[in-house]
């Protein structure tokens, strides 16, 4: 059982650029989410996905958008950068429902 | 807005004694609650949890206090040890299964 990869692990983005990062589910997994670990903080939920579709989504603007694949992998775009963007990304995958999060190692993006 | 919060940045203890580590809460949706441990370059682990109809949950070392009417809840280590030093995480969801964490906060476990 393999779990939860992401990549890459480190990023440098210019603002105004745009940014894909991917994520590769717990086998068996089929719902994903996305947090964002700003220095000295906690994750914030940015949003869910299961299934394909957005199953909930936290307090993010639009240019923060996200895709899910029959395979259950996901993309994290986050268009127009911006320096606030710096941060590390997690992603996460679960079964549906009350089940626990399983976390993978993150991808740090620098915004200059 | 700050729906979790855990106020102590930062806990030092010797190793074989306890470690409680505390968390706050403001959302009364919340009804399952998580502890998640974080060492450098890799992601949170999860480490255990407890629902909103329990007040305790063990787990070996670690055990999980859940105080509702004060939305409070703790996590304590017995006996800590050095391999416990890390970030710690509390996290809260509510009927979504969104997740709300904490700052965390760093645990140094003295040898």
């Known amino acids: 059982e393999t779990g939860v990869t992401q990549s890459p692990t480190h990023l440098i983005k210019t603002r105004g650029q745009q940014v894909t990062l991917r994520c590769s589910s717990q086998?068996?997994?089929?719902?994903v989410s996305w947090y964002q670990q700003a220095l000295g903080q906690g994750p914030q939920f940015i949003f869910q996905?299961?299934?394909?579709?957005?199953?909930g989504r936290g307090n993010f603007p639009p240019r923060f958008s996200g895709l899910q694949f029959p395979n259950y992998s996901s993309e994290l775009n986050v268009n127009a950068l911006e320096l606030d963007d710096s941060a590390l990304y997690l992603c996460?995958?679960?079964?549906?429902?009350?089940?626990?999060?399983?976390f993978g190692p993150g991808t740090r993006l620098l915004v200059l | 807005d700050q729906q979790v919060k855990q106020n102590s940045p930062s806990l030092s203890v010797q190793e074989g004694r306890i470690s409680i580590l505390n968390c706050d809460y403001t959302?009364?949706?919340?009804?399952?609650f998580l502890w998640y441990k974080k060492y450098p370059a890799e992601g949170p682990t999860f480490l255990i949890s407890?629902?909103?109809?329990?007040d305790k949950n063990e787990d070996g070392r670690f055990t999980v206090f859940l105080n509702k009417s004060a939305k409070h809840l703790s996590l304590h280590i017995v006996p800590s040890q050095p391999g416990d030093s890390a970030v710690y995480f509390c996290?809260?969801?509510?009927?979504?299964?969104?997740?709300?964490f904490g700052a965390g906060t760093r645990l140094t476990v003295k040898p």
């Open positions: 407890i629902s909103s109809i329990k």
């Open positions: 086998s068996g997994h089929n719902t």
């Open positions: 996460a995958s679960s079964l549906p429902g009350r089940e626990t999060q399983y």
């Open positions: 996905y299961y299934r394909e579709e957005e199953n």
């Open positions: 959302n009364s949706m919340f009804d399952y």
């Open positions: 996290a809260a969801s509510d009927y979504n299964n969104d997740m709300r």
